[in-house]
C-alpha cells in the first residue's frame, strides 16, 4: 500500500527530509508544502550577496525550484499556506482541501523576532529571515538616499548586517541590550576582539542598553535607545528569532520552555506528554537536548537541521535512528575575522550551575615562515572535573575545523590532561608544534 508523507515546511530541514527520502524511496506518495514561491533557497548565505562578497547574487542563493522535484513525481506545492493540522484525522488542512497523511513532518522554521516598541511598521525597518525579507533588504541597503543605518541587535546576524551596510557607505550604529555582541557564542572578552575589528572599520555601537523605539512619520527618521536618539533612514531588525510553532501548537503537539516543538530522540513530537509514532518535526522550529548540560535547547543552525532530517526520513522508512545530543558547533566571518565556537559560554555554564576554568592563549595559527600568518586566540572552558565543556576561536586564519575537533572531545567527555598528552598531525601550514590547543589547556591545569 502507498505510503503518504506530508512536509510541512522546505528550508533547510524540510528539503533534506525530501532530499533523503528521494534517495531511497520505494512506493511512497510525498507531498511538500511550502509557503514562499522558491522551492529550496539558502537562508544561510543571505549575508554573502547583500555585503556584495564572492560575487553572488540572491539569484545564487536559489538551490531548486519546485520544477525539478515535480519531475521526480514529488507533489511539491509552493505559494501554499497550511491552516491546520488534525492529528486524530491524520490529517491537514490546505485551503479547503483535506490532505491525509500516513507520516507528517512539521518543519516550519523560524520567525524574526520584533521587539515590542513603536515604530516597527515604519518604512524603512527591514528584517533578514528569507528570501523575501532578504530582497526587500538588499534593495534599502542599495537605495543611494539612505545614508544613516541602525542594527537593533549585536548578535551573529546584526555584525553581518552592519557590515553589508557599511559596505554601501551607510553610517552604521549598532544597539545591542546586552553588555557585549554575539552573547548567545562569545564570552566578553572574546567579544571584545570583535567589537574592536569593527569599529576599525567604522561601525558605532552602542551597548548595554534596548532599542525602545523608532520614530518617525511614515518612515523611519530615527531609534532611540533608552536615553540616545540616532538619526537613522532605514533599520535592520536583526534582534533574534523565535521557532514558528503557531500551526503545532493549534494542533495540540506540545511546546517545549524555550518555544520550541518538545520532540523526542527520535524526533517525533509529543501531545499531552505522549509520543505520536507518526508525526515528526525538525529544523528551527523543534527543541533538542544539549550535550553539555542535557537540557532542552535551541540549535537553529542548518548543520543541525541536515542532520535532524537524515534521523526522520530514515525513521519514516521504518528505521530507528536517533538524533543524539547537540553541541552547537558555529562558525562565522566578520570583517576580515573567522570565529568559530562549540559547546556553551560561561554564561551559558553560570545559567545551569555549571563552574568553569577557562584556559586562553593568542599565538600564531602556522609556522612563522609561512606568508601572511596571522594570530588565533582560543579561549577552552572546563569544568571542576577537567572535562571540557566549550570552547571559543577567533582569528584570521581558518578556525572551524578546530571546533569540529573540540566538539568530539567534548562528545566524548575528555579532560583537559588527557587532550594535552594526545598526539596530534602535524603539518606546519596549518598548524604549529606545539598548537595554540596545548597553551590554552596549559593555562587551565595551572588553575585547577
Known amino acids: 500500500m502507498e505510503k503518504r508523507i506530508v512536509i510541512i515546511g522546505a528550508g533547510v530541514a524540510g528539503n533534506n527530509v525530501l532530499l533523503f527520502l528521494l534517495e531511497n524511496r520505494k512506493d511512497e506518495k510525498i507531498t511538500v508544502l511550502k509557503k514562499e514561491e522558491i522551492a529550496y533557497f539558502s537562508t544561510c548565505g543571505i549575508m554573502y550577496p547583500l555585503q556584495e562578497v564572492h560575487g553572488l547574487t540572491l539569484k545564487n542563493l536559489v538551490l531548486k525550484e519546485a520544477k525539478a522535484y515535480v519531475d521526480q513525481g514529488v507533489d511539491f506545492r509552493i505559494n501554499t499556506e497550511v491552516t491546520g493540522i488534525n492529528l486524530d484525522e491524520n490529517s491537514i488542512d490546505v485551503g479547503g482541501e483535506k490532505l491525509k497523511y500516513d507520516a ?20 524603512g525597518v527591514c528584517t533578514i529571515s528569507n528570501e523575501i525579507d532578504a530582497e526587500l533588504t ?114 495540540g503537539v506540545d511546546i517545549g520552555e524555550l518555544g520550541g516543538i518538545v520532540t523526542g530522540p527520535g524526533l517525533h513530537v509529543k501531545r499531552n506528554g505522549k509520543y505520536l509514532s507518526n508525526v515528526y518535526a525538525a529544523g528551527d522550529c523543534i527543541e533538542v537536548i544539549s550535550g553539555v548540560t542535557n537540557r532542552s535547547m535551541l540549535c537553529q543552525m542548518g548543520s543541525a537541521g541536515a542532520a535532524e532530517a537524515k534521523v526522520v526520513a530514515d525513521n519514516i522508512l521504518d528505521g530507528s535512528a536517533v538524533f543524539e545530543p547537540c553541541f552547537a558547533p558555529t562558525s562565522i566571518p566578520v570583517a576580515g575575522l573567522n570565529i568559530a565556537t562549540v559547546g556553551i559560554t560561561s554564561s551559558k555554564a553560570a545559567e545551569y550551575g555549571i563552574q568553569v576554568i577557562e584556559g586562553k592563549a593568542t599565538k600564531i595559527a602556522r609556522s612563522g615562515y609561512f606568508p601572511g600568518v596571522k594570530n588565533i586566540t582560543l579561549k577552552m572552558l572546563f569544568d571542576t572535573s577537567g572535562r571540557l565543556v566549550g570552547a571559543q576561536a577567533i582569528s584570521g586564519e581558518p578556525v572551524a575545523e578546530r571546533m569540529n575537533t573540540l566538539m568530539y572531545a567534548i562528545k566524548n567527555r575528555m579532560n583537559a590532561k588527557e587532550m594535552l598528552y594526545m598526539p596530534r598531525v602535524f603539518d606546519a601550514s596549518v598548524a604549529l608544534l606545539v598548537d595554540v590547543t596545548i597553551n590554552a589547556i596549559t593555562d587551565a591545569l595551572k588553575k585547577m
Not at 507528517?104 to 518604512?123: H, N, R, W
Not at 561601525?203 to 518617525?216: E, H, R
Open 138 to 251: 538588499e534593495k534599502a541597503i542599495k537605495d543611494e538616499k539612505k545614508k544613516n543605518a541602525v542594527v537593533i541587535g549585536g548578535g551573529m546576524i546584526g555584525v553581518e548586517a552592519a557590515i553589508a551596510l557599511l559596505n554601501k557607505n551607510k553610517k552604521v550604529t549598532v544597539i545591542e541590550k546586552n553588555s557585549h555582541l554575539m552573547p548567545a557564542i562569545l564570552d566578553p572578552d572574546m567579544s571584545a576582539l570583535v567589537k574592536d575589528r569593527l569599529e576599525e572599520i567604522g561601525v558605532k555601537f552602542i551597548m548595554d542598553k534596548p532599542a525602545t523605539s523608532i520614530n518617525g512619520k511614515g518612515k523611519v527618521e530615527g531609534v532611540t535607545a533608552v536615553d540616545e536618539e540616532i538619526q537613522a533612514d532605514m533599520v535592520i531588525v536583526t534582534a533574534g528569532v523565535s521557532p514558528n510553532v503557531d500551526l503545532a501548537r493549534n494542533a
Open 104 to 123: 507528517l513532518v512539521i518543519a516550519t522554521g523560524k520567525k524574526p523576532f520584533i521587539p515590542e516598541i513603536s515604530g516597527t511598521e515604519l518604512e
